[in-house]
């Protein structure tokens, strides 16, 4: 039996039966009697099964799992089992991405940018060169959010949690694995961080981000400059099938069109990706002269889903059409400026390399992440399977047929964000104040400055976001095996 489902909330596979032998006759006294089946081993054949046909079925690289997997492990661990994993020498075109979870509504929410959370993103560093003793400085703090209300600022650092210092060992378990902390602060002082008295006491809860962060327009040698920070891709808050943040999009291009914008910078420093929709949406308020006629980015699946999406839709529903927007201001533009940093991700680099057949894009920061591949959340539908799946399931051409991106998007100019770091939105902001040097003509082209931050990055919370890097699909709609 076939269904059709959305691909962008599941492949379900029914009802999942076991076959029960059952055998009748007389038993004597002495007969040995069968030990009955371990029900972890039971319930893990279940989920596995339910995870291998879906692989075998979406899995960008589903020639590639193995003919005969072990369906006896944990889920977690036969997933990981059946990847395509990615190795430097062995496996250059390898999965880095795919990941599961084991609880598929906790999934679809971080998502949609619903976590428990304090509200802040934050870069970890060793303290100093060769030490194990570890800071995390704040990125970023969510309007309104836990962290915002105890008084936590862009630039804080946080050395102690609930008293302790943190170090390589413990800082996943006093970061990560709380939900009550006393963040105890250091400051840099004459170029030497030093340990405060200052602290900061927050509870996480349950709590939806706005991707919207930022947004305002400077007026630079007579010219209006657009800014816009833009942390996630994501159509609505989770649970709702709307697009309240598209609209709160197309309202800040409203008003730059407004206003006469005729240069743009994007900020995607801190954005792992999210929704293809959103993506169509935003490039389509900035590409130069384009409309729902002109490609934006095609996708590659693997030939079983191609070959049945090619049967059921035809050749043009691989291809993503930018969309007619009255809020647009592309005609304006020749060019974008990009902010970009090693966390820049999956729908953002997505935006680059689709618009870079329309118009000049600028990136200013680090080098981007480097995915061009997408993936799907798959979950049962019929509420007997808890886990949820979040495979690579396609990959994202532009309309020059560019892919070249699994090392991340070099920076047009290279700078990185300093151990001291001013608000975002200020004009005296290292990133943002280049980006405005280089459209005033201040700025010189390519240049580097890696030495403002001597302190060595061993990990960021961004990257926990969504799985840490995202681009996912939807809206196509493929069969779907029933189990009888």
């Not at 995870?51 to 193995?66: A, E, G, H, S």
């Not at 609880?103 to 934050?122: H, P, V």
């Not at 981000?209 to 920070?229: A, C, H, I, Q, W």
């Not at 200020?426 to 390519?446: F, K, P, V, W, Y």
């Amino acid at each position: 039996m076939h269904t059709n489902v959305s691909l962008r909330h599941v492949w379900v596979l029914g009802l999942l039966a076991v076959s029960t032998w059952v055998v009748t006759g007389c038993k004597k006294a002495d007969d040995a009697v069968t030990p009955e089946p371990d029900p972890t081993l039971v319930q893990n054949g279940l989920v596995n099964n339910w995870i291998l046909d879906n692989m075998r079925d979406l899995y960008y690289w589903n020639d590639k799992i193995p003919a005969s997997p072990d369906t006896t492990l944990a889920p977690a661990d036969f997933f990981d089992s059946i990847l395509y994993k990615y190795d430097a020498t062995l496996r250059p075109d390898g999965d880095r991405f795919s990941w599961i979870e084991d609880d598929s509504q906790s999934l679809e929410a971080e998502l949609s940018g619903q976590t428990k959370t304090t509200g802040m993103e934050f870069t970890l560093y060793l303290r100093s060169a060769g030490s194990d003793a570890v800071i995390a400085q704040v990125l970023y703090v969510l309007p309104n959010s836990p962290a915002a209300k105890a008084g936590i600022v862009r630039g804080d650092i946080i050395s102690k949690v609930n008293g302790t210092a943190l170090n390589k060992t413990n800082y996943y378990s006093l970061l990560f694995q709380q939900t009550s902390f006393t963040f105890g602060l250091a400051k840099v002082s004459n170029g030497t961080l030093a340990d405060t008295d200052d602290t900061r006491s927050v509870t996480a809860e349950t709590f939806q981000e706005d991707p919207v962060f930022l947004d305002s327009v400077y007026t630079v040698n007579g010219r209006k400059v657009g800014y816009l920070m833009y942390n996630l891709f994501t159509q609505a808050p989770y649970g709702s099938s709307g697009t309240q943040y598209d609209n709160e999009v197309d309202a800040v291009f409203a008003s730059f069109k407004a206003q006469g914008v005729t240069e743009l910078i994007l900020d995607l420093r801190y954005n792992g990706g999210g929704d293809e929709r959103s993506a169509i949406n935003l490039a389509s308020l900035i590409g130069k002269n384009v409309d729902n006629t002109k490609e934006f980015f095609h996708e590659e699946y693997n030939s079983q889903v191609t070959q049945y999406l090619k049967s059921q839709y035809g050749s043009s529903v691989f291809v993503n059409n930018f969309a007619n927007k009255a809020q647009s201001i592309g005609a304006s533009l020749n060019r974008v400026f990009v902010l970009t940093t090693d966390w820049t991700a999956s729908a953002s680099e997505l935006i680059i390399n689709g618009l870079k057949p329309y118009m000049s894009v600028i990136t200013i920061g680090t080098a981007t992440y480097g995915k061009n591949v997408g993936s799907t959340t798959i979950s049962d539908d019929t509420g007997k399977i808890k886990w949820g799946l979040q495979p690579i399931i396609v990959k994202a051409y532009n309309s020059l047929g560019q892919s070249d991106y699994t090392g991340g998007f070099a920076p047009t100019v290279e700078i990185e964000e300093p151990i001291v770091l001013k608000p975002l939105g200020d004009i005296n902001e290292d990133l943002l104040s280049t980006a405005l040097q280089q459209i005033s003509g201040t700025g010189s082209g390519r240049f580097g400055i890696r030495d403002n931050n001597p302190l060595t990055v061993i990990g960021s919370s961004v990257q926990r976001k969504a799985g840490g890097s995202n681009f996912f699909v939807h809206l196509k709609s493929l069969p779907v095996k029933s189990r009888q």
